[in-house]
């Protein structure tokens, strides 16, 4: 006969109050969210009926939903390209240079600065009145009218993923620079001795010995990415003409401003599946086969 | 002993339990410091005459406060009062909070007697939600330096004046007009302006159904549209401040607002008080018509306990006696306007600074007012389903589509007849 493992108390004592913390922000709120989006509710605490799927059948019949969510993946593809480029590259400029500390938290900069000071540098940097960067294009010719960065449809979502990715790109440099301090030195003076360039350095040595890290990096970046609100609203709300209307703005519009909570709380549990399946899919296929690249 | 502890005791606690305050709590979201000050003077002085009671005001941001009275209301601590405007008014209701104060708005009525569209926007489902307190409508601001610099001899009277102005105004960094394209409700107000004076007032019929594109509608749009071309870049992410910071600096000529330009017009400009000009909206050259867009501000009444109910009604009634009236008026001089006979007849009023050096311009607005209209309320009935197009500012979209979406008037009108059928058709279904 089996035995049964004794329960550890002491040890189940201990998670507790993390259980406890995780069930209280995490799975309490959810689980209203999901409640919501099963009734007609228009605003919080008032009182709903039960409505089945209609919210969701709603939303996936909403063509702003769909535009949104057309957006999100614009912003979370610029993003992760334009943050884990510029990253990479300082990254390797810098890593040579570990003494350089200046430097390198030179770098940090635009990751300490509030989100919202982020959205008045970025919109006063490119007012076409007093901004400098339509004064500096005038000055050198490069543009012979007043231009306004965030004021195009255009314009408008490049222009917030840069701003964005200068706000976010450091922390990926900071974990990506950590990777690249892990890979033995002994390894590129091995390459040096068969001749090896600097590209079959980086392509044979380098990219595989951290490409685990950028599979996890570009996986935390792209939910992160694809739930940025704050910068969004601060510089553009959505705008103009919802070329910046991403879905969680549609999910927040939904919610407070035309005022349909149960709506809102069924594209938060679409996107919720949507991001959860996205998760597991590239965890699979990108992070489990770098791992098992190495 | 005991038979003269007893008596004191009991004696002491009925006369605590008679001078207990009352105490209620007033939301409104009149920021500017000046307002804030104002306004809480004005609860001091009353609190001071009516120890029995006791008004807090606390300042809210218009961009938010839904989402905390709904958060407020959920826990059962919403204010006693709250300032609102009338289709806020509409969407707050559906909270369940609100009481009626149709016996107040009587009797207040027969004491200082009402502007009959201060009180209309309130009046529905045979009962009044709120207490009007002041007035806004907006008018053409110009600089008289600039036409004078220009040779412009006159305000413009028509579209066809108002364009060509802003086309000659237009150069060497300076921009004609600023009127606002951010999706906001600075941006709703102005297009309803200009969509008055070109008979396109009435967003709904009778059954409340959209009837928003009509070829009144896009002849207001097109004329937006073509001042947009000699606004500044920017104008895609203006509220209300942009426009006038601008035009205080020189950089606009013209500017489509509300009375808040008079206040800070000689500091922020450094040109005299002669120089700021103020005219009627242009009207459609064919077929125009006089408008602007008016609406009262009111107070809604969310205590539901007697004690509280009595308070705020007695603050109400304070705030309209014509002496405080004036003072309360006078938070933003020539942006608040009189909505009772008796305030209209307030010394205090005119003895304002700002009220007394221009008061040309605020009688000129005050009879401007009788043109004065708001999308939702028009035609003499009052629709629920703006709340589903004032709340995700439709109009400010419509706007947008054509600043930068590529789209042309007629063009907009389609698309915000169609995003407006969405809106409200969203609306009945929930």
Known sequence: MKRRNPIDWPALLMVLPFVLILITLVVVPVAIAIGNSFTNMKFIGMPAEFAGFRQYRRVLTDPLFWNSLGRSGQWILGNALLQTIVAFLFALLLSRRAKNLGLQLAVLLPWIIPTVAVAVIGTWLTNSSYGLLPYVTNLLGIANESWNAFGSADRAMGSLIILNSWHWFPFFFVVILGALTTVPDELYEAAAIDGANAWHKFSRITLPLISRILGIVGLVGTLWSFNIYDTIFLVTQGGPANATFTAPMYVYETAFNAFNMAKSSAASVILMVFMMLFAVFFYNVAVRKAYHAR | ?430
């Not at chain 2, 809210?60 to 009338?86: E, H």
């Not at chain 2, 297009?191 to 007032?201: E, K, P």
């Not at chain 2, 910071?245 to 008079?262: D, P, R, S, W």
């Not at chain 2, 005219?279 to 050259?285: E, F």
């Open chain 2, 1 to 430: 002993m005991l038979q003269r502890i007893v008596p004191t005791l009991l004696a002491t606690l009925l006369i605590g339990a008679a001078v207990a305050q009352t105490q209620i709590t007033v939301w409104h979201m009149e920021q500017p410091p000046q307002r804030v000050e104002r306004f809480e003077a004005i609860a001091e002085a009353f609190n001071e005459a009516n120890p029995q009671y006791e008004v807090e005001m606390d300042v809210r941001d218009w961009n938010n406060v839904y989402q905390n009275l709904a958060v407020a209301a959920a826990s059962g601590n919403q204010p006693d009062i709250m300032f609102a405007i009338p289709d806020f008014a509409l969407t707050v209701r559906e909270l369940g909070i609100a009481q009626p104060v149709t016996d107040l708005v009587n009797d207040l009525d027969a004491q200082h007697d009402f502007i009959d569209a201060a009180t209309d926007a309130y009046f529905d489902d045979g009962e009044h939600w709120a207490v009007p307190l002041y007035g806004m409508e907006q008018v053409l601001w110009y600089r008289k330096d600039k036409f004078r610099e220009a040779g412009i001899e006159n305000p413009p009277e028509t579209y066809s004046e108002l364009l060509e102005a802003a086309q000659k105004l237009t150069g060497d960094g300076q921009y004609g007009i600023a009127v606002p394209a951010g999706r906001n409700l600075a941006s709703d107000q102005v297009i309803y302006s200009i969509m008055l004076t070109s008979g396109a007032g009435s967003m709904f019929d009778a059954q409340c159904n959209p009837t928003f594109d009509t070829p009144e509608t896009v002849r207001a749009l097109q004329l937006y549209s073509d001042l947009l071309a000699v606004s500044p870049p920017d104008a895609t992410s203006f509220s209300w401040g942009e426009p006038q910071a601008l035009f205080n600096a020189g950089t606009t000529a013209m500017a489509i607002e509300k009375g808040q330009y008079l206040t800070p017009w000689e500091e922020e400009s450094g040109r005299p008080a002669e120089d700021l000009g103020m005219a009627r909206i242009p009207v459609a050259d064919e077929g125009g018509q006089e408008g602007t867009i008016y609406y009262s501000n009111g107070a809604m009444v969310f205590a539901d306990d007697p004690a509280k109910q009595e308070a705020a009604h007695a603050f109400l009634s304070y705030v309209l006696e014509p002496d405080v009236y004036g003072e309360f008026l006078g938070a933003e001089p020539g942006l608040f306007f009189p909505v009772t006979q008796s305030g209209l007849e307030s010394e205090t009023l005119w003895e304002n600074p700002i009220v007394a050096q221009y008061r040309d311009y605020v009688e000129e607005m005050i009879a401007y007012s009788e043109y004065g209209a708001l999308f939702g309320f028009t035609g003499g009935y009052v629709c629920d389903e703006i709340t589903a197009v004032s709340s995700q500012n439709l109009l400010a979209q419509v706007v947008q589509q054509m600043a930068t979406g590529g789209l042309s008037a007629e063009e907009a009108a389609a698309w915000g007849q169609a995003r407006m059928e969405e809106a409200v058709a969203d609306f009945r279904s929930n």
